[in-house]
């Protein structure tokens, strides 16, 4: 049993890296700990609790989370500091050693915060922050979480975990087994985003398209009851493994009231060596098969691909071949990742190694094509009529707003027009080419 008048006036400050999973599991955590009395820290209000959602997905990611637990702390002088998330999973002590770090859990303990933080006593300065984690994660809870902080889009977390056990990748050592919640538990979640107000809900997960292994239900039901959900103008697929993107769902989605025509396929790599080396669940054949087939059916879909660059094994005549590859797909976006060194993946083993100046030079020919591809697509969809859900940002008098098929618009910010969709005309690109310009049809 919690003692709850030990948080009586307490504030709470979040911070999350990575993923949009993260995000949903952050906000679920701010429900936790609100339930127990401890609010939201307002904007340039010190925080007693500061808590850090991590991401390790790469050394750069690290270093980030460093840097941002660092400026948090500087931000909220004597806060209590709690540390979470991926990076905190598999590298403790690292964070435990971070000066006014004061508690360090595990992916176990993420969504048990409030009976971790005990009396909120900060560590003595010099003391290193207290670990808290299992040496084994759990492979069979699962906890919906969804990120509510923005009115207009909504993060549910509809599976977690890997079996996959890629060479580069550490994700199952930090997130445990595939594992997920039924679909009934998930419907229910996406009716309270409903009640709550929300327009737009984006499927996340580990590898969703794996749903349903422990439940005896796919994720094929899954999208197939969502789209029954009254309330919700669209729900998005987040990013969904190609060998998991079956036909069915495809055909599924050309002809819903309410899935989006957008997919984000992680491609990783246009050669069927280095597929190989990473111990991937399809090749390049199959791959270009699924964008046919989205292609076919939604020609207007966008389709996001994320491709990592300079893996170990990546020989230039292999990044030639993938980057051929690459250049014939009818895709709208890359997401470019550049490969770095993870303790405890199978990777290590492969000897050829990538010079980072190559890496540097082949990630930037992949953002170049990238940027063209996205810049065409935008151009091919002026002069059309599209609905678009706009979000409350503002800047620079603009405000924003996505198409179905997730094309950024932008208009003169209109209150009104937040968390609303109507037909927007396509007018022409904006100055740095990032959005499209529209205009109220």
Do not use: W
């Not at 508690?103 to 009976?115: D, F």
């Not at 170049?368 to 091919?380: H, I, Q, R, T, W």
């Not at 940002?393 to 209109?414: A, H, S, W």
């Not at 937040?418 to 007018?427: E, F, K, Q, R, S």
């Amino acid at each position: 049993m919690i003692d709850n008048t030990q948080f009586e006036h307490k504030t709470a400050a979040y911070l999350t890296l990575g993923c949009k999973l993260n995000f949903a599991e952050t906000s679920t955590i701010g429900k936790q700990l609100e339930e127990h009395g401890i609010r939201h820290a307002r904007k340039g209000e010190a925080a007693d609790i500061c808590v850090v959602n991590t991401c390790t997905v790469t050394e750069l990611a690290d270093k980030k989370c460093r840097q941002a637990i660092r400026k948090l702390i500087k931000e909220n002088p004597g806060a209590f500091v709690v540390v979470t998330g991926c990076y905190a999973q598999l590298k403790p002590e690292e964070v435990a050693n971070i000066p006014d770090v004061d508690l360090v859990l595990g992916s176990n303990q993420k969504m048990e915060i409030p009976a971790h933080l005990g009396d909120l006593k900060k560590k003595d300065r010099g003391e290193k922050g207290e670990i808290r984690q299992s040496s084994k994660l759990d492979l069979k809870n699962f906890v919906p979480s969804c990120s509510s902080d923005d009115r207009t889009r909504h993060f549910l977390k509809v599976q977690d975990g890997c079996d996959y056990f890629c060479t580069y990748c550490t994700i199952p050592n930090a997130r445990g087994r595939s594992r997920s919640g039924t679909v009934d538990q998930i419907v229910k979640q996406a009716e309270k985003v409903v009640a709550d107000g929300g327009k737009e809900i984006v499927l996340t997960g580990v590898n969703i398209g794996d749903f349903g292994k422990n439940t005896d239900e796919t994720f094929f039901d899954l999208v197939k009851r969502l789209d029954e959900v009254e309330g919700i103008d669209r729900f998005r697929i987040s990013s969904i493994e190609p060998n998991l993107l079956t036909e069915e769902i495809i055909r599924f989605v050309a002809s819903s009231k309410r899935i989006a025509p957008h997919f984000h396929i992680p491609l990783q790599s246009g050669s069927d060596e280095v597929l190989t080396l990473m111990r991937r669940h399809y090749d390049t054949k199959h791959f270009a098969h699924k964008v046919q087939i989205i292609k076919e059916l939604m020609p207007d879909a966008f389709i996001g691909v994320d491709v990592i660059v300079g893996v170990r094994g990546e020989l230039e005549e292999y990044f030639e071949d993938a980057y051929r590859f690459i250049e014939t797909l009818d895709f709208s976006q890359l997401h470019v990742f550049t490969y770095s060194e993870r303790a405890n993946t199978q990777a290590l083993k492969i000897e050829h190694t990538v010079h980072p100046k190559e890496k540097q030079a082949r990630s930037k020919r992949l953002l170049d094509l990238s940027e063209a591809k996205l810049l065409k697509f935008y151009e091919n969809h002026l002069g059309e009529t599209r609905k678009v859900l706009f979000e409350h940002t503002l800047r620079d008098g603009l405000m924003n707003g996505f198409t179905e098929n997730y094309i950024k618009v932008q208009l003169p910010y209109q209150e009104e027009l937040v968390n609303t969709t109507v037909d927007v005309l396509l007018c022409e690109l904006n100055a740095d080419k990032s959005a499209v310009i529209g205009k109220l049809a």
